[in-house]
């Protein structure tokens, strides 16, 4: 019976390695599911909707082949199609049946007049725009460029999509294939395999006991006793046969030269039977044995932050802003060094470029002047976004240094004009030692650009918030808006005071003051305040000004030299005059204003002054 059990264990052992085996290899199916898209009609860009990248679940790998470069960049879906609306392009969906199609997208080109008629045939209809390079957009939240062939993964989310294209003037890749993975875990194979060759192995030790049963009831088989002979007497003087100590019983508890023999047998036979059984487990991987340990994490408290109704998507992302940053100050200081202002105005505008203007005329004369101060990018400590899905958009950002201490925090505003614009800086300054920002939303909601209709919650709306500090400027304590402002800010009106006093001491002290008439004058400048909200209906208020001193003869004799300024020698281009001069400095500063009703002042965040200009009066 025990040969009958070892067999019937054979071939339940081999059936149950087999089927393990036969799991992880005729069994198993394709590790991965992959999707071509077609092109009939090359176009310069493909768009392919986030909704086609997520047809199937899990991580989404694209391959990208074509002879050349190559360059794919995702973002929000309302930002592609921004970008692409005065293109053709293609446009890869999903149709009503489930299907992935590639449809040929024209430009929304406007060929009416204004009044609505028909443009007059005899002008040229608008047409869509070709050649334009998607490479180095700040619209992307990410950009991948690669020679031939590209293969990348990634997890888009819901309002997601991507962007493949060349140059913008040679067609986009046709070979595009979306591949995603699909689960080829077999949790049986492992136990199957160790199950089967746990059965062997009891089928090998029925075998062994049933050999060993059958040798042991196999005795000598002798014929039953013949007559016997007639009865003699025994002779007990016969000596024992020689070697029969070698046929001795063993002592107790020693075995015998046949139990030996079983006992090495046995041995013989259970090692191989264990080291191939340890040797097919240990070939299983992790994805052959079910998974007891998974279990879902405990969530850990985080601050609740709600949403508005209707919330609009933040202008950038933190990935984003960082990214736009880095360019900016690595822009400005290769257009510092070689004073290329074409290449600032990439990346410049308003109060910002001005100041870098008058820096160029100036370092093209004078050698020892410093170049400007580099924006630090190492830490963004506040990142506010505008959150909207329309143009012009507007982010604030306050970074730091974080390996030089002696390089101050800097707080700036970025604007972006369009959707095929980058970011300009607008205002720029260095944050006060005790300034504290307030406390404003997270990035990922963003934070609304406050108009002029929304300025009636703040304290001071900010159309007159540098109008308001003008003010207090010139009229010092008896400005009706001296209270409004804290400390700090009443400290840089004092500085700014002193820095006229100065001035008439130093006509004083040359006896000038009888023979010239000296005027002092600051007001906003030309460029509109910018507004950002904060969390406790406050706001960040980015503003410049135009702080000026006129200097004119009062004597016909009298003349003013500037040999001892060398600024107003290479602005101007001479080195005295007899009708005055002009010189402008500007001042962009960043408050927090507070909301209507609050107890609290208004708050100098930071500060940057700059020469804009001297002018000889004619």
Known sequence: M???????????????????????????????????????????????????????????????????????????????????????????????????????????????????????????????????????????????????????????????????????????????????????????????VAVGCAVMLAGLVMYVLGIRHQRRGRGPRRKGPGPLPATEPIDLTIDPLPGRDALERPADGQPGRGQWTAQRRRRVLSVPVLGLAAVMIAGCSSDSWPDFTSSSPSPSPTQTVIAPENQRPPAVTDAQASRILQNVSTTLEEADAARDLELAKTRLAGAALAARTTDYTLRGSLSDRALPAVIPTDVIEVLLPQATESWPRTVLVLSKSKSDDTVPPVILTMTQADPWANYKVTNIAEMQASAEVPQVAPAWIGTSLITENAAAFLQL??????????????????????????????????????????????????????????????????????????????????????????????????????????????????????????????????????AQGSTEQIKLLAVHQDLLNVEVIK
Do not use: C
């Not at 062939?149 to 819901?158: G, K």
């Not at 800010?489 to 008439?504: M, N």
């Open 2 to 192: 025990r040969f009958v059990w070892a067999v019937v264990a054979f071939i339940l052992a081999t059936l149950l390695i087999g089927a393990g085996i036969a799991q992880r290899t005729i069994f198993m199916g394709p590790e991965t599911q992959e999707l071509s898209l077609v092109v009939e009609e090359p176009q310069p860009y493909l768009l392919v909707d986030g909704a086609v990248l997520r047809e199937q679940p899990g991580q989404q790998t694209l391959f990208v082949r074509g002879e050349g470069e190559l360059f794919v960049a995702y973002g929000r879906t309302a930002d592609l199609e921004a970008w692409l609306s005065d293109a053709a392009y293609n446009s890869a969906t999903i149709d009503e049946d489930g299907l992935v199609v590639v449809n040929g997208i024209e430009p929304e080109l406007d060929d009416t007049a204004e009044d609505g008629e028909e443009a007059d045939a005899a002008e040229p209809a608008e047409e869509a725009v070709v050649g334009r390079s998607p490479v180095g957009s700040d619209l992307w939240l990410h950009s991948f460029n690669e020679t031939d062939q590209l293969i990348t993964d990634m997890q888009l989310p819901e309002g997601m999509s991507l962007l493949i294209a060349r140059d913008g003037t040679a067609p986009a890749p046709e070979d595009v294939v979306v591949s995603w993975p699909l689960d080829t875990t077999t949790p049986w194979a492992g136990p199957l």
């Open 461 to 594: 709306a900010p159309a007159d918030l540098a109008a308001a500090f003008s003010d207090v400027v010139d009229a010092g304590e008896k400005s009706e808006y001296y209270d409004l402002f804290d400390p700090v800010s009443i400290a840089l009106v004092d500085s700014l005071i002193q820095s006229r006093a100065a001035v008439k001491q130093a006509l004083a002290d040359k006896d000038a003051a009888d023979t010239t008439s000296l005027a002092f004058d600051i007001a906003p400048s030309a460029q509109d305040p910018v507004a950002l909200a904060t969390l406790e209906s406050g706001a960040i208020v980015a503003v410049s000004f135009v702080d000026s001193e006129k200097i004119t003869p009062t004597s016909g004799d009298a003349v003013i030299k500037f040999g001892e300024n060398p600024e107003a020698k290479a602005l101007t281009g001479v080195e005295e005059s007899a009708k005055g001069v002009t010189t402008t400095y500007g001042l962009q500063m960043f408050f927090a204003v507070p």
